[in-house]
């Protein structure tokens, strides 16, 4: 087989691999947003919810700093290199030894948050009434097994991951909302609050057991064997991503913090936000990045850097011309979007407002948050995470410099701001360093960002157009027209978008065609 048909069989199999998970994404995408109908429906956004946010931000960030970082940056680039046919026979005692490990350091983690639960919510919620205080305590007391659960099931994703197993993941993954959806209702009146951390272990759990079936054959164990060559080569690759996730969670944390200062409400008006703002960045961004940092780890180990920019470039270029339209589309009908989904129940008219005014400041940085993990993952496939990391760091000061500045003029409405300012600066310095070290990529990816924007934008004033149009025909009461007023402007907007790419010659428009013609293999199967 020639380079150039490999480079094609290895692009076709990232394509499959990208289907797959963002078919799981789709899933859990719409799961979630179930999820955070669920949410505001039985308690509004109160400083229960807040209270809520802050064990759960705790729950997350403990996650990430024990696998997140490690998944992509390590634990995937190292098991990729073990999966390959001549040093298949290691993969069994390399896997063994990283899931031993990090399952019990997950386990002293979980022990630590149960001791230091108090301390963490004087903390990050100091601001908060204390009776909200109190109850963010409990949460994150009943919540913190879901640290074991979460981590062991990112190691398991990882091992899956670099055998090209990604469907159950991808179903578990999707599910996990699943655990909130179903215990809310059915315990919402006996435990009250607390029904959402029972809700985030029984997600952690079905997300865990659907990992299991693909680790057949994997020769999975738990083992004493702690100086295999490998571990070493984990800690390597982790080490800069764990001091930049460091200064990540102080980031986070200084963010809670604020949020919490500007009123009880603010800082669940921000997750809510968020949770529509990483709607099209899980579907199409760490969908693609993930399935492509396997092939793009063996094409470095290879050293074939000819596969290695073919590779990123289709990446980067898919990216932009799926996730250019979304934020468009997102900004124009963030406040119909939020009305359809979330604004009922406990969830009044002023909460969606100031929810899609949030959404709206998010979004400045959704495009350069999409395109910068393609890039992150480019450096993490070449056994690189110290540039990443350290660009993490700088982006992390930079967010914090206009967060502090903001906020006094804009409120919590700052914080969002600055989030997009900070994923700006990440894209851009990463981009600089990734031409320095391989020179232009030839793959048209900023002709595709010059025209994907253009289309976008005339696919924008469509929907604005229609959308408006139907306002004032419809109204804002009813199931009826909220979901006319958000589904037939989109729909619209899609043809438009389409079309325009078509007119411009946008090579990409094939891309769609492919991925909706495998999407629709994958449904009939």
């Known amino acids: 087989m020639s380079q150039g048909e490999g480079a094609e069989e290895r692009g076709a199999s990232v394509a499959r691999s990208a289907v797959v998970l963002s078919l799981g994404s789709v899933l859990s995408r719409v799961l979630g947003l179930v999820r955070e109908i669920v949410i505001p429906h039985y308690y509004g956004a109160t400083g229960m919810v807040s209270a809520f946010r802050v064990s759960e931000f705790v729950v997350r960030t403990l996650y990430d700093l024990?696998?997140?970082?490690?998944?992509?940056?390590?634990?995937?680039?190292?098991?990729?290199?073990?999966?390959?046919?001549?040093?298949?026979h290691e993969f069994a005692r390399v896997a063994s030894a990283i899931f031993t490990v990090m399952a019990g350091i997950a386990a002293v983690a979980m022990l630590v948050l149960e001791l230091a639960a108090p301390f963490i919510v004087s903390l990050l919620g100091g601001d908060l009434d204390p009776i909200y205080q109190t109850e963010a305590v409990r949460l994150m007391r009943l919540s913190a097994p879901?640290?074991?659960?979460?981590?062991?099931?990112?190691?398991?994703?990882?091992?899956?991951?670099?055998?090209?197993?990604?469907?159950?993941?991808?179903?578990?993954?999707?599910?996990?909302?699943?655990?909130?959806?179903?215990?809310?209702?059915?315990?919402?009146?006996?435990?009250?609050?607390?029904?959402?951390?029972?809700?985030?272990?029984?997600?952690?759990?079905?997300?865990?057991?659907?990992?299991?079936?693909?680790?057949r054959g994997v020769g999975l164990r738990l083992t004493r064997e702690f100086r295999h060559p490998a571990l070493r080569r984990v800690w390597k690759l982790y080490l800069p991503i764990f001091l930049a996730l460091i200064v990540g969670m102080i980031q986070g944390a200084i963010d809670t913090r604020l949020a919490t200062s500007t009123g009880d409400a603010s800082l669940a008006y921000m997750r809510t936000a968020t949770t529509f703002y990483q709607f099209p960045h899980g579907l199409v961004a760490v969908a693609i990045s993930m399935a492509s940092l396997p092939t793009l780890s063996r094409w470095a180990a290879a050293h074939d850097w000819s596969a290695y920019r073919h590779t990123l470039g289709s990446g980067l270029r898919a990216v932009l011309v799926l996730v250019v339209p979304a934020t468009i589309a997102l900004w124009v009908l963030a406040e119909p979007t939020i009305r359809l989904v979330a604004q009922h129940g406990a969830f009044t008219a002023e909460d969606t407002y100031w929810t899609a005014l949030a959404l709206r400041f998010y979004l400045f940085g959704l495009i350069f948050a999409s395109i910068d993990w393609p890039l992150n993952f480019s450096f993490y496939a070449r056994s690189d995470s110290r540039t990443p990391a350290i660009v993490g760091v700088i982006s992390v000061g930079v967010y914090l410099v206009v967060a502090l500045s903001l906020l006094n003029t804009l409120s919590f409405l700052g914080l969002a701001l600055a989030d997009g300012v900070k994923h700006f600066a990440h894209a851009m310095i990463m981009i600089a360093l990734l031409y320095r070290w391989g020179g232009r990529l030839h793959q048209g990816v900023v002709r595709t960002g010059v025209l994907t924007l253009a289309a976008g934008l005339v696919m924008g004033v469509v929907v604005w157009a229609t959308a408006a149009w139907l306002l004032l025909r419809l109204g804002t009461e009813g199931l009826g027209p909220r979901l006319a007023v958000v589904l037939i402007p989109g729909i619209i907007g899609t043809v438009v978008y389409y079309l325009m790419l078509r007119m411009l010659h946008v090579s990409e428009v094939e891309l769609l065609n492919r991925l909706a013609q495998r999407a629709t293999r994958v449904f009939r199967r």
């Open 66 to 88: 024990l696998i997140g970082g490690m998944l992509t940056a390590a634990l995937v680039p190292v098991l990729s290199d073990y999966a390959r046919p001549e040093r298949r």
């Open 146 to 215: 879901a640290v074991w659960m979460f981590t062991s099931a990112g190691v398991l994703a990882a091992i899956l991951f670099s055998r090209q197993r990604f469907t159950m993941v991808a179903l578990g993954d999707a599910l996990y909302n699943m655990g909130i959806i179903v215990c809310v209702p059915l315990l919402y009146q006996r435990l009250g609050i607390l029904a959402l951390a029972v809700g985030i272990l029984i997600g952690s759990l079905i997300q865990l057991g659907f990992r299991l079936p693909d680790l």
